[in-house]
């Protein structure tokens, strides 16, 4: 992809804008749209996570940008208790001092658990890939705050635009990019929800590693999980998706079917099941 813009606008439904920026690329909101301040992960944070935590380069990973919205939507979105947020990742390898090779990871995020509602369920999210491709890990667990946790099934999930992903309850999962491209995501979410970093943090993050493999990537396990199962490549076809992979843009799609997306605010009433 050559440093210049990218107009992202028909694959959202508004008006967002993929630009390089002084060091690796940044989103710009068009005309009338609003967010949080937008913040960037650097390397420096996620180092517990790393395969390799002297890893050191490069230092900004991705640019986080929550609860976009347009004002005159704001009404729905708070009402259904939802938020709606964009991410944008670098592409390349964590290497120290800006050498990559092969063993070293690609970049990612840092990779969370999502918080229990009152009834212990967790809440679930939706995820839909706008630009590049990467790869979902989820880590399905008994209990995310059990250390060591027993992991049930790990899942390589293979991410390409337009792609829509549902993290299921109870699932870790850091996002991957993977080549040369920036990847740029979207998520709805549960507007009450706090990432839990923690319990991947003491693990040194998932139970494998996606590391560089010459122009590919190939899995390499943490060896701070003992009985991880296998992982399982599968595409996000494979997966549930309760009818969103054929919506278009997830945004607009909520405008006109809020209900839709009401089972990540109450995912007691069956939204979590796989
Ligand atoms: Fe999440």
Redesign the pocket.
């Known amino acids: 992809m050559t440093k210049a813009e990218k107009d992202l606008t028909d694959a959202l439904g508004i008006p967002v804008f993929l630009v390089a920026a002084e060091v690796g690329w940044q989103l710009r909101l068009g005309e009338g749209l609003v967010s949080e301040k937008p913040q960037v992960r650097r390397i420096g944070e996620i180092k517990p996570v790393l395969k390799n935590p002297q890893a050191d380069h490069p230092e900004l990973l991705y640019w986080m940008y929550r609860d976009v919205r347009r004002p005159e939507d704001e009404h729905l979105i708070f009402q259904h208790s939802l938020r709606y947020d964009l991410t944008v990742f670098n592409p390349g390898v964590l290497s120290v001092g800006g050498t990559p090779g092969d063993g070293d990871e690609w970049n990612k995020a840092a990779g969370?658990y999502?918080p229990f509602t009152v009834s212990g369920n967790a809440f679930p999210?939706v995820y839909q890939v706008v630009s590049g491709s990467g790869l979902f890990l989820l880590q399905e667990v008994d209990d995310p705050f059990s250390v060591p946790p027993v992991v049930k099934r790990f899942l390589i999930v293979t991410v390409e635009p337009g792609d829509v992903l549902i993290?299921p309850s109870h699932c870790a999962?850091p996002t991957i990019v993977i080549g040369d491209e920036p990847l740029v995501t979207v998520?709805w979410?549960a507007r009450s929800f706090d990432?839990q970093y923690t319990p991947i943090k003491l693990m040194g993050g998932v139970a494998y590693y996606i590391v560089k493999d010459g122009d590919g990537w190939a899995v390499e396990p943490n060896p701070r999980y003992r009985n991880a199962p296998e992982p399982e490549r599968v595409s996000c076809k494979d997966l549930p998706d309760k009818g969103l992979s054929t919506v278009g843009p997830v945004y607009p799609h909520f405008l006109k079917e809020p209900k839709a997306y009401d089972f990540l605010v109450h995912p007691d009433e069956g939204g979590s099941e796989r």
Do not use: L, W
Request: net charge negative.
């Open positions: 969370h999502h999210e993290i999962h998520n979410v990432s």
